[in-house]
Every structure is written in C-alpha cells, then in structure tokens.
C-alpha cells in the first residue's frame, strides 16, 4: 500500500498539511477534529516519511490506532464506522509499521490485535 492508496480507501483529497503533521506528532490533538480525516492524513505522511526523523509522528499514529482500536463499544465511533476495506488498510498499514527498525513495536501488535477484531477472520488476507 501507498499513501495515495490509502487516502483514496478513505476518500481524502485534501489530507493535512505535513506541516502541520510534523509540528503536531499526536493525531488526537485536536479531539474535535475529524477523525476520518486526521488518521488517514497520518497514516499517509508515515508511509511517505518512514525513514526520516518523525519517527516520533509514526509512534503518535501508531498510539492513535492502538487507543481507537480497544474501543469496544460500537457507540465509540471510529473503530466500528470504518468499512471493511478501511480496517484492511489500517491493518496492513500497522503490518507495515512492524518493519520499521527504530520503533518499539509493543503497541503495534496491540493495535493489530485489537483492529483484527473487528472483521471477521475470514475477510482478512493481508
């Protein structure tokens, strides 16, 4: 998966600017931002920049994920409004991640975890 790939799965064409994605390493900054616009603008800018110093942005995304993934209620919002394809897409970026040698990959593996669950087992062939 690319970047384009993935803001085309979630209908961005507008993602935030890597500016302020630089200057702002946790996605959930702004708690009254849109989510479905934020994450994947995130996870976008990690894809682009995996071998950069904003490592420290992967790990806020990465947190984000893992914090929205043990969601258990369908009242929580972003876990369960994610279709399908929006869950592979966080599920291969996070299989991603764990390639990344300069990150602790605890959190990672949590978040996959937890984002399994929300698709049948069946429906995921990463």
């Given amino acids: ?3 384009k790939d993935l803001l085309n799965i979630f209908e961005i064409t ?3 600017s890597d500016e302020i994605i630089s200057s702002n390493s946790e996605p959930l900054f ?3 931002g849109d989510v479905f616009l934020i994450l994947p603008s995130y996870m976008a800018w990690c894809l682009n920049h995996d071998h950069s110093d904003g490592n420290i942005v992967i790990d806020g995304t990465i947190s984000a994920l893992s914090e929205l993934g043990r969601s258990k209620s369908s009242n929580a919002g972003f876990k369960y409004e994610c279709t399908t394809e929006q869950v592979k897409a966080i599920l291969e970026f996070l299989k991603w991640s764990l390639t990344i040698d300069l990150l602790t990959h605890e959190y990672t593996k949590r978040a996959i975890k ?3 669950k929300s698709i049948p087992s069946k429906l995921i062939r990463l």
């Fill in 30 to 32: 702004d708690l009254n």
């Fill in 14 to 16: 507008e993602p935030i």
């Fill in 1 to 3: 998966m690319n970047s």
């Fill in 114 to 116: 937890q984002w399994s």
